[in-house]
């Protein structure tokens, strides 16, 4: 992509004065335009607001605690959810123990107590897609403002895949 951004289109988009006026909302906004920006225009940039990257990096810790918080509340939601899943088999057992139960009753105790567990393994294998999920998200956000910065500062950040056929 051209980098056709000058400074003034820049500021505009950003509705500042200059780049002293850049504000921490407006930092995201300047990093989406960094890889459109002329290399000497972002180092300007950059160079007049120089706590572009401490505060890349605050953006980043804010969202790490969001990550972080998102996980507690999953960890808690889940372990309460096994935690009832759990009461619900000490209670079957409890009733498959009585030994006036016919066969059919048994069975259909046994077969809660199946389906409870199920729905256990169903609820773990939830939370690990819920997890691998964040996980990707974060690496994504890591990956684009790396990507932002080296792109400031005119780096090369065009990945090239090679063709299988190339290879032999």
């Given at each position: 992509m051209a980098?056709?951004?000058?400074?003034?289109?820049?500021?505009?988009?950003?509705?500042?004065?200059?780049?002293?006026?850049?504000?921490?909302?407006?930092?995201?906004?300047?990093?989406?335009?960094?890889?459109?920006?002329?290399?000497?225009?972002?180092?300007?940039?950059?160079?007049?607001?120089?706590?572009?990257?401490?505060?890349?990096?605050?953006?980043?810790?804010?969202?790490?605690?969001?990550?972080?918080?998102?996980?507690?509340?999953?960890?808690?939601?889940?372990?309460?959810?096994?935690?009832?899943?759990?009461?619900i088999i000490t209670s079957l057992q409890k009733e498959l123990d009585k030994e006036n139960l016919s066969f059919d009753e048994k069975r259909y105790i046994i077969d809660k107590m199946i389906e409870v567990n199920k729905m256990k393994g169903e609820k773990d294998s939830e939370n690990k897609k819920f997890i691998a999920t964040l996980a990707v998200i974060g690496a994504a956000a890591i990956g684009t403002v790396a990507g932002v910065l080296a792109s400031a500062i005119g780096g090369n950040t065009k990945i090239e895949m090679n063709d299988d056929e190339e290879l032999e």
């Open positions: 980098r056709s951004l000058t400074e003034q289109k820049v500021l505009k988009k950003l509705g500042i004065d200059d780049f002293r006026h850049l504000t921490k909302d407006k930092v995201i906004t300047m990093a989406s335009m960094l890889d459109r920006m002329d290399p000497e225009v972002a180092k300007k940039a950059i160079e007049q607001f120089p706590e572009f990257a401490h505060t890349m990096k605050d953006i980043l810790q804010d969202y790490k605690q969001t990550l972080d918080k998102a996980l507690d509340e999953n960890s808690e939601s889940v372990k309460s959810y096994y935690s009832s899943c759990d009461a």
